[in-house]
């Protein structure tokens, strides 16, 4: 059976800085990635003073996608830092579609898998908690296999007094699976450095290591 995975993520960093290493490790094993981007990004980091942050970001964003190897990527501009003002429902109205799309065109169903960042947002990230909420919803109603839950563990950042959009870590109780992602590393830092935009961030996240940690919940 294929098995594909949907990657639901609020900005277009947001996989690239996470779990681009597991992810380049699934498509090895014959994994089919999908892309769905919530926002462009156009409230993040400007230090080069770009004229649209937004189309530069998503940009970056589809070239990290070529890096991946994603089978597709679909982009919903909803704006920055917006996302949890929005009912969830008016999220999925826009995200169904497309996974229903994408699902029509595998020839017999696939083994459908999600990934996005753990429910806390990884940083408290408001954006971040809502793509995580719209993703679970998503795969409930998809009957999907699994979600992998991107996080931290406590030798990558503190487990408390963190501040808004300082990463926080789960206590090793939580976290199902670390995913030793070294020989993908390399290409892993590609794909990071095509978000130059936002290059400060990606190299505070190099420095986390070789593993990435997740919590997979087994859905089916």
Known sequence: MKKIIFGIFAHPDDEAFGPSGTLLKLRSEGYDIHLI???DGDAGQ??????DLAATRLAEWQNAATLLGASSTHALHYPDGKLDDM???TLETSVRPILDTILTTYAQPPEVSFVTLEPNGLTGHLDHIAASK???ELAQQLTAHEIWYFCLDSSQAPLENTAYYEPRAREDSYITA?????PWLETKHRIMDAHYSQRSDAEMMKALGTSESFHVEILN
């Open 87 to 89: 009912p969830v429902e």
């Open 178 to 182: 670390r995913i030793d992602v070294a």
């Open 37 to 39: 981007l919530l926002t």
């Open 134 to 136: 719209l993703t679970l």
């Open 46 to 51: 400007n230090i080069d003073n770009v004229a």
